[in-house]
């Protein structure tokens, strides 16, 4: 089902949701740099945002991150139900809604593992290494866990993919910060694309194993990468990288549109990028 215009609230809910992200990843990322320079041990999502409860106002910093998570997964499900960027009702454009409604589950997941800090909760464990514990003890658990693993490690590549390709360009208007930005903008879908695959082929390594303490969430997957040659010099790379991730979400917080209500008027970075690629085919020509 579309919807011709987006009502106006979708608007300060997405930013909401965008704004909570950047500030997640930063915190990872962050931390994941400080273990890169100084040694020691980078944490992962839940950890991290463990530490911050200590901190002056890190109560209320909880409370408004998992109240911005949960405003992104409202935001990723009315879009893909209302398809509101426009994705299509074709089989791509089912399969992108789709994902959409999956990041939502995510989000919505993290935002109630963020209240559960702010309410007291110790942060520790893994939630990667409890599901797979679970799915491991069902019938036929180690190929649904492998499965599982597998689209993971897709999603890795989609995140890599559209790094590369720069299709994160569609919905953000042209601006000369987001200009200038782009480099880091992309730097940060990549580094995402590769510990989310790093978190795949963990699954898919425990569940060959039968052994649920080899999954794990991107705490697990900075580890890895630390402890590999070069470790600290990869693991340096990639924390720059979340924070560059921080920085696209922060960027997309207030510079991104909803087709469903920008219009055709707004001019986004692929737009820009699109116009300055025709216009050199032209003088080549």
Known sequence: MSQKT???WVVPVMRAGYSS??????????LA??????????????NALAD??????GLWALWLIAIGLFAYALW????????LERRGDDGSGLFQRGGLIVTGIIHAGLGVSVAGLAMGDSGGGSAAQDWTA????MQNGKWIAAALGAIVVGSGIYYMHKGWSK???????????TQKLDPALQAGFLAQGALIAIIGALIISAAMTTSPENAGGIGKALDQLRSAPYGRVLLGVVALGLIGFALENLVEAIYRIVPARAGSDVE??????KAKAKKEAAKAS
């Open 76 to 83: 990723r499900f009315i879009a893909a139900g209302y398809d």
């Open 268 to 273: 986004t970075l692929a737009m820009r990028a």
């Open 52 to 57: 911050l409860k200590s901190q002056p106002f």
């Open 33 to 46: 740099l400080t273990a890169a320079i100084h040694g020691g041990r980078a944490e992962g999502t839940t």
């Open 167 to 177: 299709k994160y360009k569609r919905h953000i208007r042209v601006t000369p910060t």
């Open 21 to 30: 992200r950047a500030a997640v990843y930063a915190i990872v990322g962050g």
């Open 134 to 137: 679970r799915i491991l003890q």
């Open 6 to 8: 987006a009502p106006a």
